[in-house]
């Protein structure tokens, strides 16, 4: 139905308009005709995969035609480009967002010198996140991890003040060791299986007794990808990072990267290679309800608006890292589907900072009051992604941590359950804070003469505030049967087998 | 195509909606308010920028509040239920006053965390009885009939987030302190509608059903319900008689009249469930007279403040009646409404069997006490007593005297109602009206012929009323207060303006300590929790401190103990 050859367009599509940016960057315009196009047409390629592919279906597209020594040697020496239920999944996700970040940064960007580098940098972080989404290779996915790293970087530092550059110095260095002890595990695990195919990897280690050297690669995987995803203890770079970058790309780290390579890595590593054994089950809801707890609570003491934002997607990807623990088909729905309702309301929400600082000059929630009289889309989306965050119902974050308290305590943890509920208490208290201070009460005299944000940025922010009202109604049993399932399939027939 | 998808939703295929005699009752109830409400905001609301969405929030709010109360499985109501909290903050966010930001986001996050324990009990309940029907079993779960025995850890913990749902959105204790914030804080009619009335009838009715149908009580849970009842009538009550906010001091006496609710509940018999429920549908009735006729006051003395006011009754007679009247049905005074259901509750809790039932009796009797003293103050203090000099100013304005169309009707309305309800009250037939809530019929121990009472009564006024003019009353004489040709600067208009009156209970012994105590909101969950999360906060804080090789050290660290565990 749909050609395996299409498949690389993922990665070439970006790489090919972060090149073209660079040659045409002269031309006024070219940068953000071409950021918007390559990340829109991404976006309509992943549609057009979800709405081709049977359930089941996976596609496999072998790079330069390397698939042929299959036969000859019985292994796969090739790399391997795969798309399956779970990709499609997170393509669409980080495809849309991206799309939104672009069409948002055409008029945000103006703040800034440079716009061509920020849509080059901005490409090739597209093309390094949907390289590891699509790849079967475990060595090509910690070259496209590096790729969608080292463009993150550069993005954090690139307004290149003091601030800026302090929090991308910590998070290169962070995460530059957080990519070391991910090749270390590939290489260790390479020694073990004698091949670096995903699919490969798997069946070797469902066969045999494993040795203990297994263990340390599980250790070095949790911490490495656990950094990029950054779960407490690793997050450490993160609240530095995402405030310092511009708002479009907080939202696009917070959004998306984390996720893609933090959250995806883990469960395809962790489901597809080793077939999730019992001891990762308790390490991931372990580490997700430290990190609930320390992010909700610091967010909880913050006043800058994007610093608190950023604590509280250490919290949020705890409640995913939870349900992706718990590990039945209920408690995996719950935290792929927390997954899109976070990428959703948090960039939304990092938009609306943006938005804020543009129109108000400000990020400091006690310097603001009031805005809401002078920026109602922007006040008006907030309060939706907020109650989104907050898990209020009938918005489309309540039906997420719904399903994964359910799922905790149909598996027996209450005391887990329990903390969820608690920590969705602090939640709301944080997220209010926001929409306090930012948007009630009087509005202060040097805001009288702002204007609402243009109307690239008010379409953006309105599309994902209706995507945080609507978004419960992808629960029901058509569109979950098309969207969800396929990718909580993938997760759970990987399950069974490993360690 | 979705236009059918309405239609079948609306003919209710899948048994999302259902209706009981309660729910019916709640329901019309619902809809008298919303209609005197929006009435009354004709006058009260005008000229506000963005009034508009005012009325759609309103609007909103009505409707969500029919979707809880016809909902025929949980989901339903929790959806409806979360929507309701945050049209609160909406709406509650229309007022003008400094404290109006901070009290939105403190009855968002009361609510708002009750909402989540709601969910947590649903969840609870549904593992309890149909853990293995997966979430179709969840999304399909009844209200009624399940009868589950509160005996084990979980199902207790179940009922007790039920109970905090419906205590935070009735303004019960420990969930109460949105109440007196937001009556001080919101637009009047905002207050009269939510907390006054529409919350109340929310709240206590998912109590009933709750209580009534989805759990079995037990004795201890009984008394549990009891003792949080009349805590809840005699602190709340104690904390209006001190404050100088008309509308604050309302707000305390919305809190204190949900104890009876809540102890009528708790006493586990028809008798008292019934006094209960009677008494959630008569507070609705006079606590948003009392609001609207307070608010009223409040708009034409300029100030909310009880020093700065005094002597309204000239300028609005007909306030001044309504409030008299809605006042003295609040405090239980007989033959107005607010008797007849406490009479019932009170007969409640003597044949309730408790072991403490002469503790509750005496809370709920004392908290009737309080509360009219209080409200001898208010009068005094907001209609009576001499003057303030800006309500001297109004007074000689001839031409403000008359009380606008759409705010009279709705007190008018709600004071007939006091009075109607009350001398009738009797004819009422409790048994048929909470038929399936209640385990029996209900039989009045206590006998209390209201018609005949209120003969009486009217006599005795009348009587009273001719010796007064026949005796030698009349000849009091009137002169201006003389101190000595001193200025006080405390009282420039050498007044006194009631709001003093109870000061000194504030002195008393224990009672000084606790009030100290609440002053410091040391009882205020909200301050309290808050605090202590804070603590938490700043303890992680500390370890944010930004230097990158302390960062890498916990990144080190988690390293080897995650080899440690997994090895």
Known sequence: ?499 | MSFNLIIDALKNPNGFFASNPLSLLCAAFATLFFVLIVVYSLKHMKGRKGVWRYYIYTIATYVSSLGVLFAANFLILLIFWGLLGLLLYLLIAFGRKEGTPATARKALIIVGATDVLLLFGIVLVWKITAGSSGLQGLFHMPITGMGIPLSGTASIIAYLCFASAAFAKAGAMPFHTWVPDTAENAPTPVTAFLPASLDKLLGIYLLARVTLDVFQMTPTMNTILMAIGSITIVAAVMMALIQHDLKRLLGYHAVSQVGYMVLGIGTGNPIGIAGGLFHMFNHSIYKSCLFLAGGAAERKAGTGNLAQMGGLVKAIPLVFVTFLIASLAISGVPPMNGFASKWLIYQGVITSGDSLWVLWLIAAMLGSALTLASFMKLIHAVFLGQPSEGVKKILADKKGKRTALSTAIPLVVLSTLCVGIGVFAWKIPFGQLFRPELSGPVDSPGIWQSGTATLMLIAGLVIGYLIYLAGTLKKARVVAPFVGGETLEDNPDMRVSGVNFYMTIKELGLLKGIYRWAEKKLFDLYVVAGKIFAGFGILFSFMHNGILSRYFLWFIVGLVVLCIVLI
């Not at chain 1, 040697?73 to 799309?99: E, H, R, S, Y």
């Not at chain 1, 209020?392 to 308290?405: C, D, E, H, M, T």
């Open chain 1, 1 to 499: 139905m749909i050609s395996a050859g299409i498949v690389p367009l993922f990665v070439a599509i970006p790489l090919a308009g972060a090149f073209l940016i660079a040659l045409f960057k002269k031309i006024k315009g070219i940068p953000d005709i071409f950021g918007v196009f390559a990340s829109g047409s991404m976006f309509i390629l992943s549609i057009l995969f979800l709405l081709k592919m049977e359930i089941t279906q996976r596609i496999v597209y072998n790079i330069g035609n390397w698939g042929g020594f299959n036969e000859v040697l019985g292994k796969i020496v090739g790399i391997q480009l795969v798309i399956d239920g779970l990709t499609i999944f997170m393509l669409l996700i980080v495809n849309f967002v991206a799309f939104i970040v672009a069409v948002y940064s055409v008029n945000y960007m103006t703040r800034y010198t440079q716009k061509w580098q920020f849509y080059c940098l901005f490409l090739l972080m597209l093309a390094g996140m949907n390289g590891v989404l699509i790849t079967g290779d475990l060595f090509n996915l910690f070259v496209f991890v590096e790729i969608a790293s080292l463009a993150s970087y550069a993005l954090v530092a690139f307004g290149t003040e003091k601030r800026e550059l302090e929090a991308s110095f910590k998070y290169a260095v962070m995460g530059g060791v957080a990519s070391l002890l991910i090749l270390m595990g590939v290489v260790f695990l390479y020694s073990y299986t004698g091949t670096l195919n995903m699919a490969n990897m798997a069946e070797i280690m469902s066969g045999s007794e494993q040795p203990a050297l297994i263990y340390l690669v599980f250790g070095l995987f949790l911490t490495g990808f656990g950094l990029k995803a950054a779960m407490v203890p690793f997050h450490a770079w993160l609240p530095d990072a995402h405030p310092s970058a511009p708002a479009p790309i907080s939202a696009m780290l917070s959004g998306v990267l984390i996720k893609t390579l933090g959250v995806y890595a883990i469960a395809r590593v962790f489901f597809t290679i080793f077939g999730f054994p019992h001891q990762i089950s308790i390490i991931l809801m372990t580490l997700g309800a430290m990190s609930m707890g320390v992010g909700a609570l610091v967010a909880l003491r913050q006043w800058d608006m994007k610093r608190l934002l950023a604590y509280s997607s250490i919290s949020q990807i705890g409640y995913i890292m939870l349900g992706l623990g718990i590990g039945t088909p209920l408690g995996i729905l719950g935290a792929l589907f927390h997954l899109f309702n976070h990428s959703i309301f948090k960039s939304l929400l990092f938009l609306d900072s943006g938005a804020v600082e543009y129109a108000a000059g400000t990020r400091d929630l006690k310097e603001m009051g009031g805005l809401s009289r002078k920026l109602p889309v922007t006040s008006g989306s907030t309060l939706a992604g907020a109650m989104s965050l907050a898990g209020i119902p009938p918005f489309a974050g309540f039906w997420s941590k719904l399903i994964i308290i359910i799922a905790a305590v149909e598996a027996n943890h209450m005391k887990l359950a329990a903390w969820a509920v608690l920590m969705s208490i602090v939640t709301i208290a944080y997220i209010l804070k926001v929409t306090r201070f930012a948007f009630l009460g009087a509005l202060k005299d040097r805001f009288v003469n702002i204007k609402e944000v243009p109307v690239l940025m008010r379409i953006s922010l309105v599309l994902l505030a209706l995507i945080c009202i609507f978004g419960g109604l992808l629960l029901i049993p058509e569109a979950r049967a098309a969207f969800l399932e396929p990718a909580v399939r993938v997760l759970i027939s990987g399950m069974g087998g490993g360690v």
